[in-house]
């Protein structure tokens, strides 16, 4: 066999492989799949050999660059699977309402949140090399830190232009990035100010954006946000079944300031993820076990928001939580 790149001697690589299929759970999700004198050998985009550094140079016999990782670790690049990178506008001014005591519900409700940032957004959207660089250097930071794969939702659009101008702008990041990039739609982040009063017309406005989403191929994923005075159950399950028959995977933003039942709901319409869970029923987390539903937990978010209530980690990952 020949390689481009052949990585030998590690003292240890870190495969993370696991179950095949299907994501790891338990037990096995403290087994790093670690090969100690571990080698690695690459050729075009594709691994072709690993294992222990005698075996894989047996079965190489010629290799284009040969790195000695003698002394060091090879790992996967870090995959951030739950990113909003593409923005505009600073949300700085707000961690003093924060520390004044007023919760991210009531900055919301008060224009302030998500709201401020879907403002600063559209404004931006008019010029959108702006926003591309902004979100590149984010990525390129980012990529130092080690990450080589990030999720970037949509979100802070709320119209169907908007959205779909984000999406687009995800889409030029993708082709021009060296970080791997999977778009999601999140068209259903919060209600946008002018359907405050009119949200049936907003679900209609988002089903739409799902068509538009579908025939432009510009989302891999749909999310909704489940909350209190965000999207309600049925709401979220009327865009989710129709982002489903549109051939999207699912993702949710569930429990993250109160459980209004949306791990029972994202389990049941069979998502990928579940993402936030730090309010999460029993029930919930058995569903989730049960159709290897995989929680993402998001630490930073309770942490910055002072809210000191975390999702309970341990509970679910004894529950079979992939
Ligand atoms: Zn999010």
Redesign the pocket.
Known sequence: MIADILIKNASELVTARGAKGSPKTKEGMADLGIIRNGALAIDGKEIVAVGETDEVLAAIRRAGTVIDATDRIVLPGFVDC?T?VVFGGSREDEFVQKIAGRSYLEIMQGNGGIFSTVEKTREALASPRALINRAGAFLDKMLTFGTTTAEI?TGYGLSTESELGLLKIIARLKESHPVDIVPTFLGAHAFPKEYKERKADYIQLVLGMLERVKTEGLAEYCDVFVEVGAFSLSEARTILEKAKKQGLKLKL?AGEFNDIGGAELGAELGATSI?HLDYISDRGMELMAEKKTIGIL?PGVPFHLMTNKYAPARKLIEAGVP
């Open positions: 739950h909003h939702k933003h993402d998001l």
